[in-house]
T-cell receptor, first 112, second 111 residues
Framework: SAVISQKPSRDICQRGTSLTIQCQVDSQVTMMFWYRQQPGQSLTLIATANQGSEATYESGFVIDKFPISRPNLTFSTLTVSNMSPEDSSIYLC?????????FGSGTRLTVV | DAKTTQPPSMDCAEGRAANLPCNHSTISGNEYVYWYRQIHSQGPQYIIHGLKNNETNEMASLIITEDRKSSTLILPHATLRDTAVYYCIVRVYNQGGKLIFGQGTELSVKP
């Protein structure tokens, strides 16, 4: 199965700033997904990223707040924009190849 | 999107089989059932998946009822390292094959 490297693993950011999270896959995947996991909660899907097209966002998530880049079949970025303390969460990416989904280890974001 | 229902928590004695149930009564005929687990907020780890037949791998067995409205994940000999949150997920057909996570079952394996 694919291996995903996600970085940074954690960060502490000031409110009002932006953070870009990167995910690098060791082999080509068809789709990539971005999730948010708030403290003590399950994973919530933010958006689906397909190469060469705009990401598809789930209800409650908008491109201005969470812009996503997918320039090729092995790389994607998620930016958390204009951060507030409510954005403090773990953010995870996932890649799909065939029927297999692999997850990154997550980025633990704290906004102060 | 097909919704899954799992008990919020379960206990299991070390060395015994852990049977984790999942209801997915609105599942469509071409939607797969996936099981993942998450330990200490690490990235979810794949366990097993299936469509209609029972499946077994080195980690677990997946039993899907004939009407496909429910399934059971079986860890045959639970160890302390199997303590985790277990997610039963129905893969959404089309829409890029996204996985929508439910609340999961927190399994505690006790000595």
């Amino acid at each position: 199965s694919a291996v995903i490297s996600q970085k940074p693993s954690r960060d502490i950011c000031q409110r009002g700033t932006s953070l870009t999270i990167q995910c690098q896959v060791d082999s080509q995947v068809t789709m990539m997904f971005w999730y948010r996991q708030q403290p003590g909660q399950s994973l919530t899907l933010i958006a689906t990223a397909n190469q060469g097209s705009e990401a598809t966002y789930e209800s409650g998530f908008v491109i201005d707040k969470f812009p996503i880049s997918r320039p090729n079949l092995t790389f994607s970025t998620l930016t958390v924009s204009n951060m507030s303390p409510e954005d403090s969460s773990i953010y995870l990416c996932s890649g799909l190849r065939g029927y297999g989904y692999t997850f990154g280890s997550g980025t633990r974001l704290t906004v102060v | 999107d097909a919704k899954t229902t799992q008990p919020p928590s379960m206990d299991c004695a070390e060395g015994r089989a852990a049977n984790l149930p999942c209801n997915h009564s609105t599942i469509s005929g071409n939607e797969y059932v996936y099981w993942y687990r998450q330990i200490h907020s690490q990235g979810p780890q794949y366990i097993i998946h299936g469509l209609k037949n029972n499946e077994t791998n080195e980690m677990a067995s997946l039993i899907i009822t004939e009407d496909r409205k429910s399934s059971t994940l079986i860890l045959p000999h639970a160890t302390l390292r199997d303590t985790a949150v277990y997610y039963c997920i129905v893969r959404v057909y089309n829409q890029g094959g996204k996985l929508i996570f439910g609340q999961g079952t927190e399994l505690s394996v006790k000595p």
